[in-house]
């Protein structure tokens, strides 16, 4: 039975009805009608409960048709809820994901699927089941259990009876929103063996691609992924967005569009939609707003996210700075994350009287109105979300950020192990500012982490490793690289320090900063021949690409996490190692890597075979007939021989 949605009288619908009263369902159909109004209600209504997210509810329907979408590799042209419809009919078990960065379309595809699929009168005896998964501690891929959930959520009491009826007559679509935003509580390994024992129903689950690549899973029947919003598109819907709105002069929608046909921001801030949405917002509504495309990716978002909190503090009279406003939501932010580490629930009034009585100096009403900017109250309204992730994680980078350069709780914030998209938020907004003064301060607590190691017995214990290596990142993103060389020489002379870890900085630094070719070579001997070493490189490369490790650097091959990291390091090298420098230098070491881990492993995930042996990869490779490119070229032959040894497995890491 399909609900005419058409209809549907949401006079009575409030957050009480929806979220605090018991509503009775005696029979199927009662209990249908009940889990679609319900969920349509929070969808559309709750979902512009945030003041920032109703202006982009209103605006991304202008743009979402045309978001580009690759299914299996391979170019996907269609309709999305089509294609689920059409599957679900060949086959009730489907296992779905869709994965991209931040802001690309994600939780908007998976919504507009959901209102799509309970909409249409052919999707008979379908019935979709949305649910978000911020901070979820719990994850379920289980039919009876994902009903109870929503049956709960939504006060809806039903029988037994009634529940195995509704079981036996319809097929499921499970649409479950933000894998990656999910609590620390709930493990990887947790989330890979929920999915092996799922249920025969469909399964449609959205992550940033980040935590995809962390993550074993076996029997994907479709992978889709988010691609990036090419210029073509993006000057299509920038110019649909005004072609009927006369208050804005040709001239400004002329230079805009120029800055977003240059072919340099592909892979820039504006290949996604949510950042597109909010340029073309603020242009609508700020036709004098000035953005410098030249910036780097933390400054654009910087600027973008300033202007919508001044904008909004105008538009609702509230008498107090852009600054002071942002010092608002970046508290929110940091109180968040830290709840977060700890495992532990957003409490939306936790966070209220905790923030309002941070700012003393601003009326709490005041308070309350500018956290409701960006941040949305969840549906029962005990816990909250930020309205997007992006937003979240610049507002941490920013909070951070200010931390550092004002010396408050430094130590604390660099100690953690933010997640790659944050820590290159930050990366960004430092290089934009005063990268040198960034150095020094990272240089000063690099040297306090080193002197903790030299004097504890096991250092490990202490995640001293880690921090180390978080310390170095930063060093290396807002320093050059041959300043990195001179400070771990100079600490590696003073024979003061905890040798391996120098080294490995100083070899690291000498290869990455390209200062010479014998330079490589000596890091690649060193590879070779000093398997602690390698096991330091690899883990480095590890706890970069997998923030769950929690600052230990792990032995590399103990067989208990995933090496999607490495692999995804290794490829990212290669296919762009003709416009980064280090990249192109750090292909040979990378070849040496993979093949160990190989040996180690002794099978090969079809993904890195495939890879290895591709055209692209072989042409990479084949291209470059000087000395350093016959070395790669060597040792790729060696990999391909290892490849060849074993046998392919579908299973990653």
Not at 39 to 60: A, D, F, G, M, P
Not at 111 to 138: G, H, M, R
Not at 455 to 468: F, Q, S
Request: proline share 2%; charged share 30%.
């Amino acid at each position: 039975m399909a609900v005419d949605n058409t209809y549907i009288d949401y006079s009575k619908f409030t957050r009480e009805y929806v979220f605090s009263e018991v509503k009775t369902a005696t029979n199927v159909q009662s209990l249908v009608e009940l889990i679609f109004k319900t969920q349509r209600w929070e969808l559309e209504k709750i979902s512009t409960s945030s003041i920032v997210n109703q202006s982009i509810v209103e605006h991304i329907n202008s743009y979402y048709a045309n978001i580009p979408l690759s299914r299996n590799d391979i170019v996907f042209n269609g309709n999305f809820s089509s294609f689920v419809f059409d599957e679900l009919q060949k086959n009730n078990k489907n296992l779905i994901l869709c994965v991209g960065n931040s802001g690309c379309g994600k939780s908007t595809l998976l919504i507009k699927t959901f209102l799509e699929l309970s909409d249409s009168d052919k999707n008979v005896n379908v019935l979709p089941i949305y649910l978000n998964l911020n901070n979820a501690t719990t994850f379920s891929c289980n039919r009876m259990k994902l009903l109870r959930k929503i049956c709960s959520r939504y006060r809806i009491k039903a029988e037994n009876v009634v529940l195995n009826s509704l079981l036996n007559s319809y097929k499921f679509v499970f649409l479950l929103d933000g894998l990656d935003e999910k609590s620390t509580k709930l493990k990887h390994t947790d989330i890979e063996k929920t999915i092996v024992q799922r249920t025969d129903d469909t399964f449609i689950i959205s992550s940033r691609i980040n935590l995809y690549r962390q993550l074993r899973i076996d029997d994907i029947d479709s992978l889709f992924e988010f691609r990036p919003i090419d210029a073509k598109l993006r000057i299509e819907y920038f110019n649909k967005f005004f072609a009927d709105n006369p208050h804005i002069e040709d001239e400004k929608i002329k230079q805009v569009s120029n800055a977003l046909s240059d072919s340099q921001q592909d892979e820039n801030i504006f290949s996604n939609i949510l950042m597109l949405t909010l340029l073309a917002m603020h242009i609508k509504e700020s036709p004098d707003y000035i953005l410098q495309f030249d910036k780097r990716r933390g400054t654009i978002i910087d600027s973008i996210v300033m202007a919508t909190i001044e904008r909004e503090i105008k538009k609702n009279k509230l008498d107090i700075s852009v600054e002071i406003g942002c010092e608002i939501v970046e508290a929110v932010a940091l109180f968040t994350y830290e709840r977060q580490q700890k495992g532990q629930t957003y409490s939306f009034s936790i966070m209220n009287e905790t923030i309002k009585k941070k700012i003393r100096k601003i009326d709490s009403a005041i308070v309350e109105r500018v956290i409701n900017i960006f941040v949305a109250k969840n549906g029962n309204t005990k816990t909250y979300r930020f309205i997007h992730s992006q937003f979240y994680d610049f507002f941490v980078a920013k909070a951070t950020f200010s931390a550092i350069k004002k010396k408050r709780n430094r130590e604390k914030y660099v100690s953690y192990n933010f997640s790659i998209d944050i820590n290159a938020l930050l990366s960004d907004l430092m290089r934009d500012d005063k990268p040198l003064e960034f150095y020094k301060k990272f240089e000063r607590l690099c040297c306090k982490c080193l002197k903790d190691i030299s004097v504890t017995e096991n250092p490990a214990e202490k995640n001293y490793y880690g921090r180390l290596h978080l310390l170095i990142m930063h060093m290396q993103r807002t320093g050059e690289y041959i300043e990195v060389y001179n400070f771990a020489k100079k600490l590696l002379d003073s024979e003061e320090i905890f040798k391996p870890y120098v080294e490995a900085l100083l070899l690291h630094s000498k290869v990455a900063g390209g200062r010479k070719e014998e330079d490589e070579e000596q890091f690649f001997q060193k590879l070779t021949t000093d398997e602690g070493f390698l096991a330091r490189h690899i883990g480095m490369t590890l706890l970069y690409y997998n923030d769950e490790l929690e600052l230990r650097l792990p032995h590399y091959d103990d067989g208990k996490i995933t090496y999607k990291g490495v692999f995804h390091a290794f490829s990212r090298h290669f296919l762009k190692s003709d416009v980064i420098k280090h990249y192109s230098i750090a292909r040979r070491h990378n070849i040496f890597t993979m093949k160990n881990l190989l040996e180690k492993r002794k099978v090969v995930p079809l993904k890195v075979a495939d890879f290895c042996k591709s055209i692209t990869f072989k042409s990479i490779v084949e291209s470059d007939n000087s000395t350093f490119g016959l070395k790669i070229k060597a040792e790729y032959d060696l990999l391909i021989e290892t490849i060849n040894k074993y046998p392919i497995t579908n299973n990653d890491f």
